[in-house]
């Protein structure tokens, strides 16, 4: 009798043990994480209105406060010059070394004029003096990419720096600031240009963080009022580009939705049809071969390779 009643309080104070232990360990690794997550909430929410706070500084002066737009999908008129168009009369040509003079000038000197400084408007030339300070901390950050799906509130926003490293797996456990941080970065494909008109398609990757961070904000585009009305907007040092979305939908990571090179425009066009094809949600946007899209990518919790997929078009590029 006294054996079985030592046998049960061995067991008894086993169970113990290992109840203790599984609380500990739980408790450690809930620790461990809201830690993990405040980490990454103080430093990007920093860095967030930092930006918020710089693109919208103002002079008050209207010209300056002006977008100038150097790209508006379906107007030619706004599309940047090609190189060979840029030599106004009157002007040297730096390749031939020659110097063009008016017609009807009614003289054999050389006609000289001065061609304007550009001129930027004033919310982008404080993007790019925002984005030179993050690259002074991190030379992979080339931009910055802000969703707002509620102007005022900053729970329904998705702001934050754009990098592009040496590969797709550093920026994963890393912040833009270098350190280790569960959350990662937002980052650019690299096998991608930081300049996006050079690409067919930009693919950018982010978490889906369970405390609706990162790029878990990306399910709101399944919304009809936001699939209609957001915007995504990406400022570089090119410019501030704008894209609408055309597509939302779930997949996985090897249905190819995350495609960035084809044979030919026939092959894209094809691509981006069948991406619009998939939404869940209907977008009447017409796609062209000569388009330029981004592709916004991050996990689901459904299963291991579940993804879910927002396309979306350029349509306009100002500075």
Known sequence: ???????????????????????????????????????????????????????????????ETTAKYIFTRGDETTT???????????????DSGEVTTPAGSGTTEPSVTTTPEPVYSEKFLNACEFIRSLQEVNKDVFGYIDI???????SKQISYPLLRGEDNEFYVTHAYDDSELKSGSIFLDYRCDRNLENNKVSLIFGHNMNNGSMFQKLTYFKQQ?????????????DGIYTYQVFSVHNTKANDGYSSIYFASNSEYLAFIKKMQSQSMLLSDI??????????????????????????????????
Not at 225 to 237: A, C, E, Q, S, W
Request: aromatic share 10%; proline share 3%.
């Open 225 to 237: 009022k936001y699939f209609n009305n957001v915007n995504i907007v990406i400022y570089t040092l």
């Open 1 to 63: 009798m006294a054996n079985q009643t030592k046998a049960k309080k061995i067991v008894w104070l086993t169970l113990i043990v290992l109840l203790s232990t599984v609380f500990i360990v739980s408790a450690v690794m809930l620790i461990n994480t809201f830690l993990a997550y405040q980490k990454a909430s103080d430093l990007y929410g920093k860095v967030r209105d930092d930006f918020h706070r710089a693109i919208e500084k103002t002079t008050g002066n209207a010209a």
């Open 148 to 154: 707002r799906f509620e102007e005022n509130n900053k």
């Open 286 to 319: 017409e796609l062209y071969a000569s388009d330029r899209i981004i592709t916004l990518s991050t996990c689901l919790n459904t299963y291991n390779d579940a993804r879910l997929a927002v396309h979306a078009v350029l349509v306009g590029i100002e500075n």
């Open 80 to 94: 940047s010059p090609s190189p060979g168009d840029t030599t106004a009369p009157g002007t040297s040509n730096p």
